[in-house]
């Protein structure tokens, strides 16, 4: 990769998000010229079939659309919202540039930055045990399990959504799918502190769905530079969070 290219970002989006929910993060990335994928991760959607789907799916998808990039030997950018820093470590675990350079191959993931994140502290974690929800009658008050989907309850906009513009919670909130329940017990494959290359949590002081201290808690053990920002759990919906966002994906883009 020349040192004029950009690196290609690829965005694992969170648990019942959809790639349109980060359209403001998307359209800002490639305005400043960056090659943008936000793949439709497996474990949320609308189709029943989702309730069968776990991480390793989320893996699939991930690894499948990094693969055509790599192999024209370019440099990527993974970015992880919440739950999909579960999914963007394992993906990312192998194919980063001092990897794939011992193997004598071009490219690789170069920098990842997680928001808000997951980034599981060691192998063999699910969500259910990051959280610490012990069984069926200990889960969170803000959604339903129904046919092995959680669906999520009117009061999780508050929450997903703390701090935004009442029309805009509103409207992303109705844009959220059905997430697999089978996903939130799927074993980490990686602990995020397998990723060799340069890492960067932002955490976000007013988040209703991660607490701060948990988010810092897993950054450390990431081994990632934190960076605190003053917003909710979804500060890609404002125009000043997603300001916040790109530069620090910028930062991590001309790392070394």
């Not at 439709?40 to 189709?47: I, K, S, V």
């Not at 610490?132 to 200990?138: L, M, P, R």
Request: hydrophobic share 40%; glycine share 8%; with cysteine.
């Amino acid at each position: 990769m020349s040192h004029q290219e950009k690196p290609v970002i690829i965005l694992a989006h969170g648990a019942w998000h959809q790639p349109l929910h980060y359209t403001n993060l998307l359209s800002s990335l490639q305005s400043k010229g960056y090659t943008v994928r936000v793949p439709a991760l497996a474990t949320a959607g609308w189709d029943p079939s989702v309730s069968q789907k776990s991480v390793s799916d989320d893996v699939a998808i991930l690894k499948s659309t990094m693969k055509e990039y790599l192999q024209a030997g370019k440099e990527l950018v993974v970015v992880c919202h919440s739950f999909g820093g579960i999914s963007g470590t394992a993906s990312v675990v192998g194919e980063t540039v001092p990897e794939r350079r011992a193997r004598g191959e071009a490219g690789g993931v170069k920098a990842v930055v997680f928001f808000a994140a997951f980034a599981p502290p060691s192998a063999g974690l699910s969500l259910v045990d990051i959280i610490g929800i012990k069984d069926e009658s200990h889960q969170p008050d803000w959604w339903t399990p129904i046919n092995g989907l959680a669906l999520l309850e009117p009061k999780a906009s508050d929450l997903l959504y703390s701090g935004l513009d009442e029309e805009i919670a509103r409207v992303n909130f109705h844009a959220t799918a059905p997430q697999s329940l089978q996903s939130f017990q799927s074993k980490s494959i990686n602990a995020s502190s397998d990723i060799v290359v340069p890492k960067t949590y932002l955490v976000t002081q007013k988040d209703s769905i991660i607490p701060p201290e948990g988010q810092k808690a897993m950054a450390n053990a990431a081994g990632a530079n934190v960076i605190e920002l003053a917003y909710g759990h979804s500060p890609f919906l404002t125009a000043e969070g997603t300001s916040n966002i790109l530069d620090n994906i910028e930062k991590a883009s001309l790392s070394e």
